[in-house]
Structure formats: C-alpha cells, structure tokens
C-alpha cells in the first residue's frame, strides 16, 4: 500500500477527528514509532487518539505535516549576520494560518509532543524573531509574566543592564514583507 494514500484518523483528546495521509502522520517521530510497533496495516480503520493536543490544534499540525512532509530544505539554514534564517514556505505558514498567541503556543507543544522537528524548530525561531522585536514589558505581557520585581530592583537592573535594554534588532527582509 503506498504510504501518500492510506488516510489516518486522529481523534484530539476533545474528539475532534482530523484524516492525514499516512506520509503526513510519519512527520511525527511519535506516531511514526507508534506505528511500527502496531504495524501500521493494522491502522486502517483504527482511529488513532492524540490525548495531548485538542482538535483546534491538530488540524493546523496535520495541514504543516501534509503540506511539508516532502520537504527536504536543511534544517535551520544561517543568515550572514549569524541568525537563523526560517524558509519562505515556512514562515508563510506560520504567518498566514492566522494563529493568536495562545494557540501558537499550543502548536509548539503539539509539534514538541508529537516530536514533528520541522515545525517545533521553525515555530520557535518565528517565537524567538517575535520576542527579539520586543521590550522586557512587551515580553511580559505577551509571555503573562508578572514583574515581580520592586520599582528599585528594576530601576537598578535598568542602571547595571543598560546594554541589553537599550539593543532591539532591526527585522529581516522577510519579516519586513510578511504581517505580523
């Protein structure tokens, strides 16, 4: 049976069924093992829970794994100033499916969970890219990380870090074309 059109069932842990192709659901390491040790001819029909990820998130998951799964780019390629730079194709989806902060943390720990290494690393460099382009009370905010230091600690830390604070990258060429 050819692995691109064998379907699979993926039922999210609140029921939501989301069908993949047998070479999307290999991207994960996870369910690849998982399928090995099952035989994966005993798969047909058989639908497959995913108790660590929800449905609004498995589909976005399963789409990276059906559009992605051929893909054979080098694995976080450098930019000449050093940084990591994240492919067109891939930070295009990562922009365009439209995810909101809470569920593009979910679709980190999804691709962490379901061990799909070309999603988990390009989500956090496009996390990483985000979080550079931000002050320490935006990262706060945007992380919910309360200040828990007083008016002074801060004011001190300010004083003795004045480097760091003072330091925001410029955006890449491809961030610069793409919303945020």
Known sequence: MESTSHK???VSNDGVEVQAT?????QSTTLSTMLEILDESKTINVPIPIPGVD???LRPVMEWCEEYHDVTEPILPKMENGATKIPEWANAFLTNIGL???LF???INAANYLEIQSLLRYAICKLARKLE????EEMREYLHIENDFSPEEEAE????HAWAMQRKPEKSETEQQQPQ
């Not at 382009?133 to 320490?136: E, K, R, S, V």
Request: net charge positive; aromatic share 4%; hydrophobic share 45%.
């Open 8 to 10: 699979v069932t993926l």
């Open 22 to 26: 047998l070479a999307a659901v290999k």
């Open 55 to 57: 449905g609004e998130t």
């Open 100 to 102: 909101e902060r809470d």
């Open 105 to 107: 943390f979910k679709l």
């Open 133 to 136: 382009m931000m002050n320490t």
């Open 157 to 160: 830390l300010q004083r003795s």
